[in-house]
């Protein structure tokens, strides 16, 4: 640098070309069958280009070994591998860049916008895109600034996804327009400008192909394209890493928008008696003409839908209205069959559409209701008879829900308020993936089936079961006037106990009972006996203990189906056969797998510091705990109840990773008792013919501990404890990593199975230190995982720095930019730059602002798939991946497929080859999916930031540490910092453990907007104008 003048000249790099034309879809589709159709171009329009970063499967490079160039063909340190990056051994990409935004038309540039010019007094012509609400004076006239995305520059050899807004997709809210004209296939409605168009969107592929190969000391770059289907080369210059082949040329793109209005969704739902079997099926029977005698329908169960906005994890709310403001209703009520011509769901004594007919088809008086007090304002099921109280009902245990929005909803069928008062219990028996609701995704236009694969059907199907029905068949049974079951001798007894079903890991399996209820603790079971293929007549439920007992049951070869309160048992026409001949029949342990997973956490007033949860210990009330996905969106909300514990049932084994985190606002970390579930028998279980195990109290009866292969030594987390009992009694993180166990050195016998191990093996238990602020987490159907939270007060003159997130603001509800607050479905964004500066006073007595830290907010990617600087070692690594099988000790096939995998985005960001070797040949390899098995291992959410910053870690001890190589700044990231591994200019040493600690005193954070993206503001609100659905031609509250 020098103080002097000096020309600079700036070279930027040209545009694509790239050709992009929107098209409405509706008009496309109708051009198929009617040339006489043009379709309609949408030219103004708001455009995004991220870089795609998932997996990419590149077709010429699936063979092993893979061609010269390909991805993984060489590996840094292992030179040519022959190893073909596997999907199935990676992780999924959290994280999209932004690379390119720009606007094309008037609506989409939000033109016609002033500025107020102070020379002249008045308001001029102005174009506001230099961000955060900045406008400038607009000299074109235009009124905005039109950039199309061929101006972009793109790596040749990426790919990529391009995103369009059209710019008219308001104006069917402003216009009130309703209609269905715009979805005739001419995109005209009958007011000028009342017509929209949604998102719309297209991958851009990659346009070259490069392949470096090496020959000697010599490396070459080639660059392939498709010129007129001729594959043409280049070689990129000297200092680059790519080129474009003369000719080459990205393809076109055409993007298909849905025109709106948009055909709203229906949805259907039918709720039925279960109990011929009892099996979670629906088993009616019937035929054309003759209704179904067995699992009618229910009427008078209400309907209630949540929202889950499109994901799993816990719901944002109950849906109560439809998209135009009317109460969510069963819309069959009122249907006149037209067979007898009644109402045959009159789910109001008065219809709400009528008039009622009588069997003439004359119109029975009092019956029409033009006021509408009919509607009932909630979805209740169509009743067993229609509307003259004796004829049976088709759409008996049937609703259909219409004008509702695309989505992903949660279906609760309840019995309603009359059925509960006459003293009915109806139990819910099946389950579409281990909960109340049953899911169900609508696209735009749903119609009222579900659809996919063979015959149609309902969108939902649940099933229920009366006790007292059920009971009261038995009597028949047993004096043979049951016209369904023949039975006698009715002087058996029939006892048990339901126990959860413990998966091993894999490739291992066997199945293991839990030995008792616990980890069905939170459930009530319930038994049901009955014909193989028939009617049940025998139901009681289980105790506490989960044993249960029934007596009075006749001799023969019966079914026995178990099921739960909260639908966590596998019923799905899941059963035991039992066969009875006069006396007690013990049928001793019934493991019952549970459909999704569980984690259990603590969080404790850690009075000793050592990290674990003692039984003096006392846990922490009403601590948030929640589960987030990757991209720092919320999964689950959680507090901690009275005695600490914050549990979490039914979550979804996504086969991949959630981030758990807690609070450490009121009191600092400790340290986290971490365990994981190994699979296979539960501690206390295990025999001399079974799979290993443990005997901790955790995890007693809950999950295995016995960890059969550790990872090295050299790839335990920085810090961390290690344990040999997942209680890890008499262990302390004050004691430091080399107070820990040593790995498990166990073989498995190829012959007979059996595990023996050199010493003793280690648990899946672990402190991990107080730097971890997030587990990252992998569970599986079954499977109990536990962290407990240690806290302390913070010490005299101690302080726990700044935290916080920058937030993907997609849904921005209020005029005041300081109400936001993180809404659990929008994502966090990574890699931004925050910086911290210190508030002091200027010499002339002014506030001062220094800038005293700098940091980027945390990636997901980057931390999964990442390495600490200067080595080798992955940030996350997994036990429990056994080598290949050999002669002397059993193993894992999957192992050839895991065998030196490198890390994904390792290989993309280095140009196709892996710039880091993972170790081991990759057998500790941490990655989603159900061979990974459970996992607990810290990771960060995409979007965190903290202060002090912490730019690196010790691979060994975990302390902050300066980053391998840097001499001059060093935090090596070019500011200087005091202290080792932050770029903290005025931190001190924390006076409990010497870490980097901010200075009491007062702080502002600033966050740099990256690039495209804009900071909320006022104007920025955007619940107000949204899509418009085409209208029902009645309404329940016409005006």
């Avoid at 905005?144 to 995305?149: G, N, T």
């Avoid at 105790?543 to 007596?551: A, C, E, R, V």
Wanted: hydrophobic letters at 35%; glycine letters at 12%; one cysteine or more.
């Amino acid at each position: 640098m020098s103080s002097g003048s000096a020309t600079v000249t700036i070279n930027f790099a040209p545009g694509t070309g790239l050709a992009v034309t929107v098209l409405d879809g509706k008009d496309v589709l109708a051009a198929r069958t009617n040339p006489g159709v043009t379709p309609t171009v949408i030219a103004d329009y708001r455009w995004i280009i991220e870089e795609d970063r998932t997996f990419y499967v590149d077709p010429n490079c699936t063979a092993n070994p893979p061609a010269a160039g390909c991805p993984g063909a060489t590996t840094a340190g292992l030179g040519t591998t022959g190893i073909v990056p596997t999907f199935g051994t990676n992780f999924h990409t959290s994280y999209m860049p932004l690379i390119a935004a720009g606007c094309t038309g008037q609506l989409s540039c939000e033109g016609g916008q002033t500025i107020f010019n102070p020379v002249t007094g008045t308001h001029d012509a102005a174009v506001c895109d230099l961000g955060n609400g900045v406008c400038r004076p607009d000299t074109s006239g235009n009124g905005f600034a039109s950039h199309m995305p061929g101006e972009v520059h793109l790596d040749p050899t990426k790919r990529y996804y391009l995103t369009i807004f059209p710019g008219d997709a308001g104006n069917p809210f402003a216009n009130g327009n309703l209609s269905a004209d715009c979805t005739n296939g001419s995109a005209a409605a009958s007011t000028p400008g009342a017509c929209g168009h949604g998102m719309g969107g297209t991958p851009i592929a990659a346009l070259v192909s490069c392949s470096t190969t090496t020959s000697g000391t010599t490396t070459s770059t080639t660059c392939t394209a498709t010129v007129n289907g001729v594959a043409v080369s280049c070689t990129p210059a000297t200092g680059q890493t790519s080129c474009v082949p003369a000719g080459a040329a990205y393809s076109s793109l055409t993007v298909l928008t849905q025109p709106d209005p948009y055909p709203p969704s229906k949805l259907s739902v039918f709720v039925f008696q279960d109990d011929f079997p009892l099996n979670g099926e629906h088993d009616g029977g019937g035929s054309v003409d003759v209704l179904a005698p067995n699992e009618a329908g229910l009427g008078g169960f209400n309907i209630v839908l949540f929202d889950d906005a499109g994901g799993t994890g816990d719901a944002t709310g109950q849906m109560t209205y439809d998209m135009f403001n009317q109460p969510l209703v069963n819309s069959l009520a009122g249907t006149i069959d037209p067979a007898t011509g009644l109402d045959a769901c009159p789910v109001t004594k008065v219809s709400r559409i009528g008039p009622q007919f009588d069997a003439n088809g004359n119109p029975i008086a009092g019956t029409l209701d033009p006021t509408q007090l009919g509607i009932t304002g909630t979805i209740v099921t169509c009743p067993k008879y229609e509307s003259n109280g004796t004829t049976l009902s088709p759409l008996a245990g049937q609703a259909v829900i219409a004008n509702l929005m695309p989505g992903r909803y949660g279906v609760v069928a309840t019995p309603g308020a009359d059925l509960i008062a006459r003293g009915e219990e109806w139990l819910q028996t099946n389950t579409l993936d281990g909960q109340k609701a049953h899911d169900s995704f609508l696209r735009i236009g749903e119609p009222s089936f579900f659809q996919e694969f063979g015959p149609a059907g309902y969108h939902v199907s649940i099933g229920f079961a009366n006790a007292a029905i059920i009971n009261a068949r038995l009597a028949g049974v047993c004096n043979g006037t049951d016209p369904n079951v023949a039975g006698g001798g009715c002087t058996n007894t029939l006892t048990g106990f339901v126990s959860t079903e413990r998966m091993s890991r894999t490739p291992d399996e066997r199945l293991y009972g839990s030995g008792d209820y616990s980890s069905f603790g939170f459930t009530q079971c319930y038994v049901s006996v009955g014909d193989a293929d028939g009617e049940d007549f025998a139901f009681t439920k289980c105790d506490g203990s989960g044993h249960f007992t029934l007596s009075g049951l006749p001799s023969g070869d019966w079914r026995l189906t178990v099921f739960d309160q909260w639908n966590d048992m596998l019923v799905d026409g899941l059963s035991m056969p039992v066969r009875l001949s006069g006396g007690t029949t013990d049928f001793g342990e019934i493991a019952m797998n549970q459909w999704q997973t569980n984690i259990y956490t603590s969080t404790f007033f850690d009075a000793n510091g050592n990290g674990v949860r003692d039984t003096n210990e006392t846990g922490l009330t009403l601590v948030p705990t929640n589960i987030r996905f990757r991209d720092g969106s919320y999964s689950n909300f959680n507090n901690t109840d009275l005695a600490g514990n914050a549990g979490f049932n039914e979550i979804f084994p996504l086969f991949s990773w959630y981030v758990i985190e807690t609070t450490a606002t009121r009191f600092k970390n400790t340290g986290i008792h971490v365990v994981y579930d190994a699979g296979g028998p539960a501690d206390g279980t295990c025999t001399s013919t079974t799979a290993p195990c443990k005997s901790s109290a955790i995890a007693a009866n809950m999950a295995n501990t016995f960890e059969t292969v550790s990872v090295p030594a050299a790839l335990r987390v920085p810090g961390a404890v290690y344990c040999n009992n997942a209680d890890c009694t008499g262990k302390s993180i004050l004691s430091g990593p080399g107070s820990s166990d040593a790995p498990s050195a166990c073989t498995i016998s190829p012959t007979t199975g059996a595990t023996s191990c050199t010493g003793t093996a280690l648990s899946t238990g672990r402190i991990d230190p107080p730097w971890v602020t997030s587990e990252g987490w992998q569970g599986f159907s079954g499977q109990n995982s536990f962290l407990e939270f240690g806290k302390a007060p913070f010490a005299a003159g101690e302080n726990g720095g700044i935290h916080g997130e920058v937030i993907y603001a997609s849904t921005r509800p209020f005029d005041d930019p300081q109400l936001l607050l993180h809404t659990s479905w929008t994502p966090d964004v990574p890699g931004v730059t925050i910086n911290l500066y210190q508030v002091g006073t200027a010499a002339d007595g002014t506030q001062s602002l220094t800038l005293v830290d700098t940091t980027k907010t945390s990636s997901w990617d980057d931390w999964a798939q990442g390495f600490y600087p200067g080595t080798n070692k992955p940030y996350m690594n997994c036990p429990g991946q056994l080598a290949q099988p050999t002669t002397s000790a059993g193993g894992d096939l999957f192992f050839f497929t895991l065998y030196n995998q490198p890390m994904y985005l390792d290989v993309y960001n280095n140009g196709g080859t892996p710039a880091h070797t993972v170790p081991n040949n990759s057998q500790f390899k941490c990655y989603d999916g159900m061979h990974s098995w459970n996992e607990l291992q810290p990771a960060p959410y995409d979007g965190m930031y903290q202060f002090p910053s912490i730019v690196n870690r010790d691979p060994t001890s975990g302390a902050a540490a300066n980053v391998p190589g840097s001499t001059s700044n060093p935090a090596g990231t070019g500011t200087p910092g005091l202290m080792a591994g932050s770029n903290c200019t005025v931190c001190v040493a924390n006076p409990t453990d010497g870490t980097p600690m901010l200075p009491n005193g007062q702080y502002v954070v600033e966050m740099i907007v990256p690039p495209g993206y804009e900071l909320v503001k006022e104007e920025d609100k955007n619940i107000l104008i949204g899509d418009n659905y085409i209208a029902p031609v009645t309404v329940q509250f016409p005006g």
